[in-house]
C-alpha cells in the first residue's frame, strides 16, 4: 500500500507516510482506519513529500464536510503535513478547507513539523 499508517498511542500521535501516486479511494481507506482505530483526535504529522494524490479541490472539499459531520468530528486533532517545496497538491487544499476545524500547517521538513507539533500541545 502505497499509505502507511503508524499510531502511537503512548504518544497520542498518527505518522502517516504516503509514497507513489494515491488514489482518491486510498485516502478513503485512511480516513476508515483513523475512526476505526479511535484515533481522529490525535496529533498527524503526514509526509506526503514524496507522493501525488489525485483529489480536486472539489474532492478534498467534499471529504472536509464529511469529516466535519461525522461522529466525534469535534476531536479532531491537528495536522503537520510535511510536503515538497515547489509543488501545490492534496495538502494544500486540505489545510485550507480544514484551517477552521483544527490546527494545520505545512512544513518542508519533518523536524520543523514535529517541533510545532510540540509546542501546540504543551
Known amino acids: 500500500m502505497p499509505i502507511h499508517l503508524e499510531i502511537s498511542r503512548l504518544n497520542r500521535l498518527l505518522v502517516i507516510v504516503a509514497r507513489g501516486q494515491i488514489t482518491p479511494d486510498e485516502v478513503r481507506d485512511l480516513v476508515r482506519q483513523m475512526v476505526e482505530n479511535d484515533v481522529r483526535h490525535f496529533s498527524k504529522i ?10 480536486d ?19 479532531r ?4 503535513f510535511v510536503i515538497h517545496p515547489e509543488r501545490e497538491g492534496f495538502a ?5 478547507a480544514t484551517k477552521a476545524d483544527r490546527p494545520v500547517k ?4 519533518l523536524h520543523d513539523a514535529r517541533r ?7
Not at 505545512?106 to 521538513?109: A, C, D, M, P, V
Not at 510545532?116 to 504543551?122: A, H, P, S, V
Request: net charge negative; aromatic share 6%; proline share 2%.
Open 46 to 55: 503526514i509526509d506526503v513529500s514524496g507522493s501525488s494524490i489525485e483529489m
Open 57 to 75: 479541490r472539489e474532492q478534498v472539499d467534499a471529504m472536509a464536510v464529511m469529516l466535519r459531520v461525522e461522529k466525534g468530528a469535534a476531536a
Open 77 to 80: 486533532g491537528p495536522i503537520a
Open 92 to 96: 494544500d487544499l486540505f489545510a485550507d
Open 106 to 109: 505545512l512544513f518542508r521538513s
Open 116 to 122: 510545532w507539533l510540540r509546542e501546540i500541545n504543551r
